[in-house]
């Protein structure tokens, strides 16, 4: 158990439309991070928060936005679905070492 | 250049061998850490062990071990005694330290799938 959880686990939505994915985690930890994971392709991080209050753009941010009100929650926003944003989406903490990420169980968007 | 290549997009083994799975990667930072990941058929993304770049051992943890060959900038994962459960997707990552604004990224490479078979 990672101590991440994500909502919804599945959504479809039409292009236009706007969502917000929620990640919570219940270790206390600082960092958490938004991936998504496009077919046959490893997972590319969209946003990061090194610490409540602060986020920064990954490899892929264009087309989301993302809010850290508190330490426990993180959340992906998409104001305007694409057809290119059908992914799986992943949120992670950091880890006690300092190293690792763990990830919660991810929510698989499609926009049609 | 992809920062991180596994070279194998499936592998086969049988019920209690060991087997071996690639990872090459590439970085110009003199500090940075490895790490992979399983990812079951259900989606979820497992940790399963890490390796940093100055660590003079070769992680383990249980079944699982890091052939680090810096040299040659590879980090192999080895699987002892293989499981039916071990049948899934690897993904091999990197985290450089050292560049202002990338060192919380996880670079990913593309996975293997391990296929177990009894």
């Known amino acids: 158990n990672a101590g991440v959880t994500q909502t919804p686990k599945f959504q479809v939505l039409k292009t236009g439309q706007s969502m917000t994915l929620q990640c919570a985690q219940d270790?206390?930890?600082?960092?958490m991070y938004w991936y998504r994971q496009d077919p046959g392709m490893g997972l590319r991080l969209i946003y990061y928060s090194a610490s409540e209050g602060t986020t920064d753009k990954g490899e892929v941010p264009n087309g989301y936005n993302v809010s850290r009100l508190n330490k426990r929650e993180f959340s992906l926003r998409l104001e305007s679905a694409a057809p290119s944003q059908t992914s799986v989406y992943f949120c992670a903490r950091g880890g006690s070492q300092g190293n690792e990420q763990f990830f919660g169980p991810g929510t698989r968007l499609t926009v049609l | 250049a992809q920062k991180i290549t596994q070279t194998q997009p499936g592998m086969f083994v049988q019920e209690k061998e060991a087997v071996t799975l690639d990872c090459t990667y590439d970085?110009?930072?003199?500090?940075?850490?490895l790490f992979w990941y399983k990812q079951p058929s259900s989606g979820e993304m497992i940790f399963l062990i890490y390796?940093?770049?100055?660590?003079?051992q070769n992680a383990t943890e249980g079944r699982y071990s890091l052939n680090f060959q810096k040299a040659r900038k590879s980090a192999n994962l080895v699987i002892s005694a293989s499981q039916l459960g071990d049948s899934a997707m690897y993904f091999c990552?990197?985290?450089?330290?050292?560049?202002?604004?990338?060192?919380?990224?996880?670079?990913f490479g593309k996975g293997t799938l391990l296929t177990v078979n009894p």
């Open positions: 970085t110009s930072d003199p500090s940075y850490g």
């Open positions: 270790m206390n930890h600082n960092s």
């Open positions: 990552a990197m985290r450089e330290w050292g560049r202002s604004g990338s060192n919380y990224k996880l670079t």
């Open positions: 390796q940093g770049s100055y660590d003079q």
